[in-house]
């Protein structure tokens, strides 16, 4: 379908999961369940997915493990055979990482199996200075629409400068960026930043703070400069935590931008906000400072049969202790957030896909 068509529909804000990794017993791909997961991501109504990011886990660029391109041709080509039979655009996103070379080689590997924009990566490379990652970012941005990126330091990110997001969003073919900081001063110099550039209007904001969804959907933020008032928000999300229960973020989302554009947000959704953030401390093991949430995404998806199992490509990247206790303390206090009805009800004719 006409690759204008999904970047209208990522201006206007989506649902964009971060793809995960199926593996089999042997930490070997399992093909099979991969395709499942990209036909629920997509039946679910996603309006784009983000692959090979870090939900897909990084290391499936180690030569020794060889899932970078894999992964990438795979989801592509489901979304090549869902758009042909549904005629529903979806924005094609490829995470890429590492210093310029490996970044634009990524790149132009994603560009030739169709994607239309790349996730930048700021991981393992503390080394490089601001000024060093916005000249990475311009040679990326050559190859392919750039989405930038603020990860949370956590997971391997670090803080960036109020300068250095002004300076990216002025780059020329800079389309968006995700901001998952996890943190809301450093939130607000990202909106700030792509509010008053002069580029405001090309950049849509992404919320990747798992742990501040719908709030960062509701807020507009305002700020005034030399007597002009400007305006900004996020449009969508590009979360690991939508890579779980997605049809019912569908659901989520589209109530949150009713809402939004009336102005009224209702306390149910206030509510339902905690409710998602509480969900999201099981999931990513926010307990153990994140280390299991990849595992406990994994997790959530292996009791809904989606995969076969929680294995990471990592032997020692697992659930942390008490994480599982927590994944069911989630799923009994607020059953109205998974979507087990609508996998169980679509499973099968996904695996017959096959």
């Known amino acids: 379908m006409n690759g204008q068509n999904a970047l209208s529909k990522f201006r206007e804000g989506i649902v964009i999961p971060a793809h995960p990794l199926a593996l089999n017993k042997d930490r070997k791909l399992d093909e099979k369940r991969q395709r ?33 391109e894999p992964v990438l041709r795979i989801a592509a080509e489901e979304m ?37 924009a790349v996730l930048l990566s700021p991981g393992g490379m503390a080394y490089l200075s601001e000024e060093e990652l916005i000249h990475r970012t311009k040679q990326v941005a050559e190859v392919l629409p750039v989405i930038g990126f603020y990860l949370q330091s956590s997971v391997g990110g670090r803080v960036l400068s109020y300068e250095y997001w002004q300076r990216i969003c002025d780059i020329e073919n800079v389309i968006g960026i995700k901001c998952a900081s996890f ?10 930043a792509a509010a008053l550039s002069d580029r405001s209007e090309e950049i ?43 049809h019912k973020a569908v659901e989520i989302f589209q109530k949150v931008k009713e809402e939004a ?23 990513f093991d926010a307990a153990n400072n994140f280390k299991g949430c990849i595992a406990g995404i994994h997790e959530v998806l292996r009791r809904q049969g989606l995969m076969e ?26 059953p109205h957030l998974n979507d087990d009805e609508f996998v169980q009800a679509n499973i099968e004719k996904w695996l017959n896909l096959c």
């Open 183 to 192: 943190n809301r001063y450093q939130t607000i110099d990202v909106v700030r």
């Open 309 to 334: 199992g929680t294995w990471c490509i990592d032997k020692h990247e697992t659930l942390s202790p008490g994480q599982a206790e927590e994944i069911d303390r989630v799923y009994q206090m607020y």
């Open 261 to 283: 554009v009336k102005q009224d947000v209702s306390a149910e959704l206030l509510t339902l906000a905690a409710q998602i953030t509480d969900a999201n401390s099981a999931f």
């Open 36 to 68: 499942v997961l990209t036909r629920y991501y997509l039946h679910a109504g996603a309006g784009g997915l983000a692959v090979a990011v870090h939900t897909t886990q990084f290391a499936i660029r180690d030569p020794k493990v060889g899932l970078f």
């Open 204 to 246: 849509s904001l992404y919320t990747g703070n798992d742990d501040n969804i719908i709030i960062d959907l509701l807020t507009r933020y305002r700020f005034s400069k030399n007597g002009i008032v400007k305006e900004k928000g996020f449009v969508g999300g590009l979360l690991g935590h939508w890579a779980v229960w997605t």
């Open 80 to 116: 090549n055979a869902y758009e042909k039979k549904y005629r529903r655009p979806i924005f094609r996103i490829a995470g890429v990482c590492g210093p310029i070379s490996q970044a634009v080689a990524e790149a132009e590997t994603a560009q030739k199996l169709g994607y239309q």
